[in-house]
């Protein structure tokens, strides 16, 4: 009897934990890059929502491999968001005229098959996500300039994550942060902005504005910037007063956080394209003191890189008949993004013209500092003042010899006020003493205003990061909402922009050389090594009952 108490004990032990893992299922994620599992900034994001999240699919039909891996991993990542938050998945078969309406475009695949012939394919990536009454849109292909078909897709699954915790992040907001781009100091005008405040618009309220207006005699408050996430000092041509760069000091001292786009040098484009020359002198903004206790210096000098844009040149010696050639321009380099950054990781190159290069200072401050942009192995420093001339198309080759020149930085960590020792500036409203060190925050520095700037063209506005000359469009518009995405998020969510996927590609040559050899060993092997333990238990049952 004690027997059978015994093992009806395990059933009853086995039948309750078979109850425990209905009610909460265990998961273990034993993948070495742990493929399968969110974040800790994903599972509070998803606790925190109190109505389903609705989610359609639109990757669905005839797809090919890579793309059902997309779409497989797009499922995998829905079903462990459903584990901490009510996601209700859909698959959708979308009609191109339902995609049109909502303004998606499709992405059309060229494939060759087996027999020889092209086939084309459409396909939706996209997902639609509706909270409560509101709803976005997904992308889930990242199409970075450069990568192959396969890379690209990889650095899609990487970024899936990210992508479905981004959109669910802006409708689960009650209030749309602000964030503001600074004038008063000849900055670009709105036509040549425009595209950074379209960018920024998907995710904040961008507002423009001085500190301190001309003329005007009154105090200033020094709390004038605390409604903002981010402050955005866009490509500034003078010098800021020394109550503006208190209230910017004191805005960081308090937590805010600061995009510079800030020039080295003074030059004229207007100058450039008439005279077919320019000089070049140190660019005083009176900022260089403020960074310099930040950890960061923007050094009067400009950069150039073998890898660079072309410009069109005239190398018709009659001006009647004009022949324009793409001759390359060194102080328009192409930057390399920086893969240990969630600001860069997955991007392509940068577009710029004229920047400057940046020097990290205060070693042991305790700031973190990464490199985001960087030239080539080919580079050259030009030092103002000097000039800069159309006509210097064939540089000496050799005198490029810097490698890998940093031009944007991020900063973050607990930084030090420039006016620790200093009194409050007259023109400075403020009841509280100057804050000398601050709470950890986060600034970005960028050693040139021209990547964040945009074109026009017969008063058309061009993207970011587009040349017109080339047709190629580069990664400035990712790379500027990325920095104030990593600026103003506190939960941590940019960080999943860091995720890694190992890539395990397969050898499309070998698989078909060995396609037989696959098959028969998948389907022989099998059957042999049921055979083979067949035999050996009625081999050892004959042993065990004959003796």
Known sequence: MRKYSYYIFLCGLWLLLIGVLELRPVRWDMTDDKHYSLSEASKNLLRRTDAPIEVTLLLNGDLNAGFRRLQRAANETLEEMDVYGDVRCTMYDVQSHAADSLGLNPIIIHEREQNGKTAQTTVYPYALMQYKNRRAV??????????????????????????????????????????????????????????????LSKYFQVDRGAIMANGDSTKVNVHILDGYKAVIIMDPQTAFSDEERFIID??????????????????????????????????ELGLTELLFRYGIRVNPALVQDIQCLPIPVNVSSDPQQPNLQPMPWTYAPLLLTSEGSPITRGLGQVMSTFVSPLDAVGGEDGIEKRIL????????????????????LNPDMTAFVYQYVPVAVSLEGVFASAYAHRMVPEGIETDEPIRKTGVRTRQVVIAGGSMLLNETQRNQVLPMGYDRYSGMQFSNRDFAANAVLWLTDSEGL?????????????????????????????????????????????????WKYEK
């Open 250 to 283: 004191q805005y960081i001292m308090r937590g805010g956080t600061v995009l510079w786009a800030l020039n080295g040098v003074q030059f004229s484009n207007q100058v450039l394209q008439q005279e077919g020359f320019t000089p070049i002198i140190p660019l």
């Open 494 to 542: 940019i960080r999943l922009r860091e995720k890694s996927v190992a890539l395990r590609l397969l050898n499309d040559r070998r698989a078909h050389q060995e396609r037989l050899k696959v098959q028969l060993v998948s389907t022989i092997c099998p059957v042999a090594v049921l055979l083979i333990i067949g035999c050996l238990v009625w081999i050892i049952r004959k």
């Open 373 to 392: 942009l960087a030239t080539s192995t080919a580079s050259r420093i030009t030092a103002s003042p000097g000039e800069v001339d159309l006509n210097d």
């Open 138 to 199: 997904v992308t889930l292909l990242k199409n970075t300039r450069g990568l192959s078909g396969e890379e690209n897709l990889n650095a899609s699954i990487e970024q899936l994550e990210f992508a479905f915790m981004e959109a669910l992040h802006m409708l689960t907001q009650n209030e749309t942060p602000r964030v503001v781009i600074l004038e008063g100091h000849g900055e670009p005008d709105e036509a040549h902005t425009y595209d950074l405040m379209s960018v």
